[in-house]
C-alpha cells in the first residue's frame, strides 16, 4: 500500500514538473505564416513564391558573413513593398521583415532589377505568332464581337517621387502631379501582352505609341501583308491600319454598334489598370513610388512581370468597378498622320468592318 503511494506521488511530482509548450511559428521565416496572411502580404501564395524564389535565386548575392540575410527574406521584403508601398522604415519594422531601412532598400533594388533585367522577357511577351495571334483574336470575338483584335492599348499614370527641377517639366502630368506615364497592352483575359514604362506624366500617349517598338513590328507586319489583325485603343490614339480607334462623331447606326463593341472590347485595358493599382499598392495614387523616375520604371516593370506570375499561377484577382472615362486627352492626332496613305487605309479597314460586322 506504502509503494502504490509513493509511486502515485512520484508519477504526480514528474507531471508536475513536465512543461507543456505551444509551438511557437518562426519569426525569422515569412513561409511558416498561415496560407491567407502570406497571400495577403505578398500576393502570392507559397508555392508560388517558392518557385519566383527559384528563379531569381542564381542571380542575387551570396552571404558571406554569418549575419548575411537569407534569400527568402530578401525577396519577401521586396515583394511586401510592391503590395503595401509602405515607407521602407515601415517595412522594416514590420514583424514578417524586421531589417534595417537599408537592408530592405538593398533587397528592394537587388529583387526588381533582377525581375526586370533576368525573367521580365519570359513572362511578358507579345504575340508574333500565327497561332498565338488567333487565340488572342477569337477569344476577343467571342467575348465582344469585335473582330481581328490582339489586344488593348492605353496609358496609366504611377505617381512617383517629386524629380529634379530640371527634369520636374516632363514628370508633372495634366492632374497636376508627378508621374510615369506607362503604356500597357493586354488580351481580353487580362494578360500583359507589352509594358512601356520609359515616359514622365507629361507625355501624351499617342507619342509614346509612335515611340514604341510594339508600333513598328505591328507596321512592319502590315506592310509586309503578314497578318491581318490590330490593336484598339480610345480617341488619344491614331487611326492606323493596326490601332482601331472609335468614331468622335458616329453618324450611322452602324458607326454606334462599331463605338459600342469597341468599348466592350477595351473594357479589359482598363480593368487592368484597376487591378495593378490595387493589387500593387505601390503603383496607386495614394502611395506612390518614393524613388528617382529611372528606379521608379524598373519597380513598375517588376510589378508588370508579377502580374503575369500571378495569372499563370491562378492567383485570385480583386473585382474591380469599372465606369468608361469621358474625359479623354483627344487631339487631332489623325491629321499629324504623316502618311496620308496610311490613314487612307485605317479608314478604309474602319469602314469595312463596320459594312461586314456592325450593320
Same mark, same amino acid.
Given at each position: 500500500?506504502?509503494?502504490?503511494?509513493?509511486?502515485?506521488?512520484?508519477?504526480?511530482?514528474?507531471?508536475?514538473?513536465?512543461?507543456?509548450?505551444?509551438?511557437?511559428?518562426?519569426?525569422?521565416?515569412?513561409?511558416?505564416?498561415?496560407?491567407?496572411?502570406?497571400?495577403?502580404?505578398?500576393?502570392?501564395?507559397?508555392?508560388?513564391?517558392?518557385?519566383?524564389?527559384?528563379?531569381?535565386?542564381?542571380?542575387?548575392?551570396?552571404?558571406?558573413?554569418?549575419?548575411?540575410?537569407?534569400?527568402?527574406?530578401?525577396?519577401?521584403?521586396?515583394?511586401?513593398?510592391?503590395?503595401?508601398?509602405?515607407?521602407?522604415?515601415?517595412?522594416?519594422?514590420?514583424?514578417?521583415?524586421?531589417?534595417?531601412?537599408?537592408?530592405?532598400?538593398?533587397?528592394?533594388?537587388?529583387?526588381?532589377?533582377?525581375?526586370?533585367?533576368?525573367?521580365?522577357?519570359?513572362?511578358?511577351?507579345?504575340?508574333?505568332?500565327?497561332?498565338?495571334?488567333?487565340?488572342?483574336?477569337?477569344?476577343?470575338?467571342?467575348?465582344?464581337?469585335?473582330?481581328?483584335?490582339?489586344?488593348?492599348?492605353?496609358?496609366?499614370?504611377?505617381?512617383?517621387?517629386?524629380?529634379?527641377?530640371?527634369?520636374?517639366?516632363?514628370?508633372?502630368?495634366?492632374?497636376?502631379?508627378?508621374?510615369?506615364?506607362?503604356?500597357?497592352?493586354?488580351?481580353?483575359?487580362?494578360?500583359?501582352?507589352?509594358?512601356?514604362?520609359?515616359?514622365?506624366?507629361?507625355?501624351?500617349?499617342?507619342?509614346?505609341?509612335?515611340?514604341?517598338?510594339?508600333?513598328?513590328?505591328?507596321?512592319?507586319?502590315?506592310?509586309?501583308?503578314?497578318?491581318?489583325?490590330?490593336?484598339?485603343?480610345?480617341?488619344?490614339?491614331?487611326?492606323?491600319?493596326?490601332?482601331?480607334?472609335?468614331?468622335?462623331?458616329? /453618324?450611322?447606326?452602324?458607326? *454606334?454598334?462599331?463605338?459600342?463593341?469597341?468599348?466592350? &472590347? #477595351?473594357?479589359?485595358? +482598363?480593368? $487592368?489598370?484597376?487591378?495593378?493599382?490595387?493589387?500593387?499598392?505601390?503603383?496607386?495614387?495614394?502611395?506612390?513610388?518614393?524613388?528617382?523616375?529611372?528606379?521608379?520604371?524598373?519597380?513598375?516593370?517588376?510589378?508588370?512581370?508579377?502580374?503575369?506570375?500571378?495569372?499563370?499561377?491562378?492567383?485570385?484577382?480583386?473585382?474591380?468597378?469599372?465606369?468608361?472615362?469621358?474625359?479623354?486627352?483627344?487631339? /487631332?492626332?489623325?491629321?499629324? *498622320?504623316?502618311?496620308?496613305?496610311?490613314?487612307?487605309? &485605317? #479608314?478604309?479597314?474602319? +469602314?469595312? $468592318?463596320?459594312?461586314?460586322?456592325?450593320?
Amino acid at each position: 500500500m506504502m509503494v502504490a503511494h509513493l509511486l502515485a506521488l512520484a508519477d504526480d511530482q514528474r507531471n508536475m514538473l513536465r512543461v507543456h509548450r505551444r509551438f511557437l511559428r518562426d519569426n525569422t521565416d515569412p513561409f511558416y505564416l498561415p496560407e491567407a496572411r502570406f497571400i495577403e502580404l505578398f500576393r502570392l501564395n507559397k508555392e508560388s513564391a517558392l518557385e519566383l524564389l527559384g528563379e531569381i535565386s542564381p542571380y542575387m548575392k551570396d552571404g558571406i558573413r554569418i549575419t548575411f540575410v537569407p534569400k527568402a527574406i530578401r525577396m519577401v521584403s521586396a515583394l511586401h513593398y510592391y503590395a503595401t508601398g509602405s515607407f521602407l522604415r515601415d517595412i522594416g519594422q514590420d514583424f514578417v521583415c524586421p531589417l534595417s531601412k537599408t537592408t530592405i532598400c538593398r533587397s528592394i533594388n537587388e529583387v526588381t532589377l533582377i525581375i526586370q533585367n533576368k525573367i521580365m522577357m519570359k513572362y511578358i511577351k507579345f504575340p508574333t505568332s500565327l497561332e498565338m495571334k488567333n487565340r488572342i483574336r477569337q477569344r476577343f470575338f467571342n467575348a465582344t464581337g469585335f473582330p481581328g483584335v490582339i489586344g488593348a492599348i492605353d496609358c496609366t499614370h504611377v505617381k512617383i517621387k517629386k524629380p529634379s527641377a530640371e527634369d520636374e517639366y516632363c514628370y508633372i502630368n495634366r492632374k497636376g502631379f508627378f508621374s510615369k506615364n506607362v503604356q500597357l497592352i493586354c488580351d481580353y483575359d487580362l494578360n500583359i501582352l507589352a509594358g512601356y514604362a520609359r515616359f514622365g506624366g507629361s507625355t501624351h500617349d499617342a507619342f509614346i505609341w509612335e515611340n514604341c517598338k510594339v508600333r513598328q513590328l505591328m507596321q512592319q507586319q502590315y506592310e509586309q501583308n503578314i497578318y491581318t489583325c490590330w490593336l484598339i485603343g480610345d480617341s488619344g490614339y491614331p487611326l492606323q491600319p493596326w490601332l482601331m480607334t472609335p468614331y468622335r462623331n458616329p /453618324e450611322t447606326r452602324g458607326e *454606334e454598334n462599331f463605338n459600342n463593341h469597341h468599348i466592350q &472590347a #477595351r473594357n479589359c485595358i +482598363e480593368r $487592368l489598370n484597376g487591378v495593378l493599382k490595387k493589387v500593387f499598392a505601390c503603383l496607386s495614387s495614394d502611395r506612390g513610388i518614393l524613388f528617382n523616375p529611372v528606379y521608379s520604371g524598373a519597380i513598375i516593370n517588376a510589378c508588370l512581370t508579377l502580374h503575369n506570375f500571378r495569372k499563370l499561377h491562378n492567383m485570385p484577382m480583386p473585382e474591380i468597378n469599372y465606369t468608361q472615362d469621358t474625359n479623354i486627352d483627344i487631339g /487631332e492626332h489623325e491629321t499629324m *498622320e504623316s502618311n496620308a496613305t496610311i490613314l487612307q487605309d &485605317a #479608314r478604309r479597314i474602319r +469602314e469595312n $468592318l463596320v459594312r461586314n460586322y456592325f450593320n
